[in-house]
T-cell receptor, first 114, second 114 residues
């Protein structure tokens, strides 16, 4: 069975500092991996996704993520955080095939302090 | 703007009442989904429709029914609401399977059952 672990429930960073949000997954084959962002009162928005190719993927809003098969990780990074990045971030793993099951992590809430 | 539209945004129901949550997408996506989001539990799939004319159960279908009215619209019905169904409900769509393409989410319906 596939699963996703986001070990940090809540992270606080200063504006302008770098950010790394951790995600570990469990899946038997090559996974589809996603990061979504949810601003308060809003739905989730897709930041980036990975399936194959270059293990460093670029997304919207200046985010990137690196796939490390040996560590079963797909961590999200941003070099310099802006106050508008305060939100909740969800990692997800997807399966191909007919059902296309997607499993979401429980999320990491990011607080940005001035 | 193109996207997924959900109505209503907020709803309070009494135990035993029924209601239908509406969802429409204008991106010509084939697949549509209903999720619920509860604190500490991430997102859980209620029902999905891989294509027009088909619907299937997800992880937590009990107490819900769905209708894929046409390619654009996918509704979720609570026949007899229970307090355990208090949650935020999200509709999502994807080109094909969300497990590989990723989802576009609506902004959600916050439902309280008293």
């Amino acid at each position: 069975a596939q699963s996703v672990t986001q070990p940090d429930i809540h992270i606080t960073v200063s504006e302008g500092a770098s950010l790394e949000l951790r995600c570990n997954y469990s899946y038997g084959a090559t996974p589809y991996l996603f990061w979504y962002v949810q601003s308060p009162g809003q739905g989730l928005q897709l930041l980036l996704k990975y399936f194959s190719g270059d293990t460093l993927v670029q997304g919207i809003k200046g985010f990137e993520a690196e796939f490390k098969r040996s560590q079963s990780s797909f961590n999200l990074r941003k070099p310099s955080v802006h106050w508008s990045d305060a939100a909740e971030y969800f990692c997800a793993v997807g399966a191909g095939g007919g059902y296309q099951k997607v499993t979401f992590g429980i999320g990491t809430k990011l607080q940005v302090i001035p | 703007n193109a996207g997924v539209t959900q109505t209503p945004k907020f709803q309070v129901l009494k135990t035993g009442q029924s209601m239908t949550l509406q969802c429409a997408q204008d991106m010509n996506h084939n697949s549509m989904y209903w999720y619920r989001q509860d604190p500490g539990m991430g997102l859980r799939l209620i029902y999905y429709s891989a294509s027009e004319g088909t619907t299937d159960k997800g992880e937590v279908p009990n107490g819900y029914n769905v209708s894929r009215l046409n390619k654009r619209e996918f509704s979720l019905r609570l026949e007899s609401a229970a307090p355990s169904q208090t949650s935020v409900y999200f509709c999502a769509s994807s080109e094909e399977g969300g497990g590989s393409y990723g989802y576009t989410f609506g902004s959600g319906t916050r439902l309280t059952v008293v």
